[in-house]
């Protein structure tokens, strides 16, 4: 032991690497690197739109606790049950466990929270309103309903306005009820409604006096109103009857009011639009072939949608172009395709083809639906607004040119997807709550996110991913309910045992069980880790299920 260096003074710091011992360090000198307990955010976090909690959620609902885990997944996507149903889950991609054996269900795991909440009739508390601040909300999709959501539970005041007879944007004139059942899109919209939301239906704001008169009225407005404008094709001619926009087809489809094409139709495009257009023809008795530039592994409709189609007698020439089109009157429409390679762009809408020399074929129909993407229309907003590209132009806080307006949605982006705009509508209410209120967001360097190498996998045994069934394809196309099904609660359970909840403690006492120095003491919220024992031997984060340990450089 060293020499004391006089009365009350410290022990002094050895030199590093040394073999003796010292009352300053008790483990002698040899360690280069302390453990110490962390919440890390794991990969499906990072990767989900919404910026869900989703290790925490599922923890609740492995325990059984579904109203916790309801809870849990509204603090930031008031549409679970919707989300559950429609999600690109790209959470799903990003899971550690798909590099183990099969990627976590978290998307029916997330169904099966959100019926359950339906189910069991839970709302949102209702917040009074102050008399400031207000807000006024354009447009009643999904990217508006998530703004009202966030920003009544702040206590603001919100006013919706939105053009058309109901409240659903997207997800009602877009989305049939065979993939999102209007039970559900009504029940998930109503609770937001009960908040104290002030709704005005059926009121189109649609020039520049309007919204300069909504700015003078409320201390912010966000603006929500979707892309409308349908991208067109050049060769053909729209005034035709036989022509008709995707948008407006599914539209009509789903208000129960179809349009006369005839028997054989052609639909145009690879999106999710497209697809829903296509599968809806079918519903109603027509002959679908759908025609995509992309080859089908490159299309940007999920890759279920698209398998779902084919079940459903839907014929995919993918790889393809529509060149020429001749109506031959009674005996239908002459249309002259051909063969293309399709190679993306750097950002979604970009792309680049090349004709495949002798390729040509034809098909004949009795009408084109054409969905190949929509732009928002910027001409009402007036003067005063950025563009950028065809979009509403917005900084990172989501906030326009224009002095207190912000905006989200497809507007103002390319992500066309329904939970990228619940995203905006919820990042969007915090920029505008940290405004007005003049709240100071505290700056923190987070936590990497933890890896598949973080995990010890010898205590996540080797699982297959829960699957749900579908309904038969010919009972779909017989009646307009929902074609994939849930989770029941075993299958829930099972699937929410599989979860690695990556950087979310769950407090198995496996660091304190294993370290050879009794280095590690369990604490109310968590674990410390007693830095006069600690080696930095790592025992503790090779033994942890859920990469909540790590190892720190200790710098002296």
């Given amino acids: 032991m060293s020499a004391a260096t006089g009365v009350g003074a410290p022990a002094p710091i050895p030199a590093t690497w040394t073999t003796g011992s010292t009352t300053a360090i008790k483990t002698g000198t040899w360690r280069a690197s302390l453990a110490r307990h962390i919440k890390a955010p794991a990969p499906c976090h990072g990767a989900c739109p919404v910026d869900g909690d989703i290790a925490e959620w599922i923890g609740l609902a492995r325990a059984r606790d579904f109203r916790g885990a309801w809870e849990v997944l509204t603090r930031h996507n008031p549409f679970p049950s919707i989300a559950g149903r429609i999600c690109h889950h790209p959470c799903e991609v990003a899971c550690n466990r798909a590099g183990y054996d099969e990627a976590l269900s978290i998307c029916k795991l997330e169904r099966f929270v959100g019926d359950e909440a339906l189910a069991q009739g839970w709302g949102f508390d209702v917040v009074a309103s102050a008399q400031n601040p207000s807000v006024a909300i354009v447009g009643g999709g999904p990217s508006g309903l998530s703004a009202a959501y966030h920003l ?3 206590g603001f005041a919100v006013t ?20 999102l059942a209007r039970d559900v899109l009504d029940g998930e919209i109503a609770r937001i409604v009960a908040m104290g939301v002030t709704v005005h239906c059926g009121h189109a704001v649609g020039s520049a006096e309007e919204f300069t008169k909504l700015r003078t009225q409320h201390d912010a407005l966000y603006l929500a109103l979707g892309a409308t404008r349908h991208k067109r094709l050049p060769t053909l001619d729209y005034t035709k009857p036989w022509v008709c926009d995707g948008a407006v087809f599914l539209a009509s489809a789903n208000a129960g009011k179809p349009l006369a094409l005839g028997k054989r139709l052609l639909v145009i495009g690879g999106g999710s639009a497209a697809l829903d257009a296509a599968r809806s023809a079918r519903r109603l008795g027509h002959a679908v072939t759908l025609l995509a530039l992309e080859q089908r592994a490159q299309m940007p409709a999920q890759a279920e949608e698209v398998e779902e189609a084919l079940e459903e007698g839907i014929t995919l020439l993918d790889g ?4 020429a089109v001749s109506d031959g009157g009674a005996g239908g429409l002459s249309v002259n395709c051909s063969k293309v390679m399709f190679v993306a762009g750097a950002q979604r809408g970009q792309f680049t083809l090349s004709p495949v020399a002798g390729s040509g074929f034809g098909i004949t129909v009795d009408a084109i639906v054409t969905s190949i993407g929509q732009d928002p229309d910027l001409s009402v907003l007036g003067e005063g607004f950025a563009a950028a590209g065809g979009l509403l132009k917005t900084d990172a806080q989501l906030s326009t040119s224009s002095a207190g307006v912000y905006a989200g949605g497809d507007m103002t982006s390319m992500a066309r997807f329904v939970t990228e705009a619940v995203g905006m509508g919820q990042r969007a209410a915090h920029a505008m709550a940290a405004v007005l209120l003049q709240r100071q967001g505290a700056t923190t360097v987070g936590e990497p996110l933890v890896r598949l ?3 010890s996998t010898f205590y996540h045994p080797r699982k297959e991913r829960a ?10 196309l017989s009646h307009d309910v929902e074609v994939q099904l849930g989770l029941d609660i075993e299958q829930a359970l099972a699937e929410s045992e599989r979860c690695f909840s990556c950087g979310t403690c769950i407090f198995c006492d496996n660091c304190v069980v294993y370290c050879p120095d009794m280095a590690v003491k369990r604490v109310d919220k968590g674990y410390v880790v007693l830095m006069d024992f600690c080696k930095g031997c790592g025992v503790c984060i090779k033994e942890c299920p859920t990469g909540s340990m790590a190892m720190q450089e200790e710098l002296r």
């Fill in 453 to 455: 190498a973080d995990i």
């Fill in 152 to 154: 009544r539970r702040m």
């Fill in 160 to 179: 919706l306005y939105e053009a058309q007879a109901e409240l659903g944007g997207l997800m009602r004139y877009g989305i049939p009820a065979y993939r």
């Fill in 320 to 323: 393809a172009r529509l060149d």
């Fill in 467 to 476: 699957h749900t069934g579908l309904l038969d394809a010919q009972e779909r």
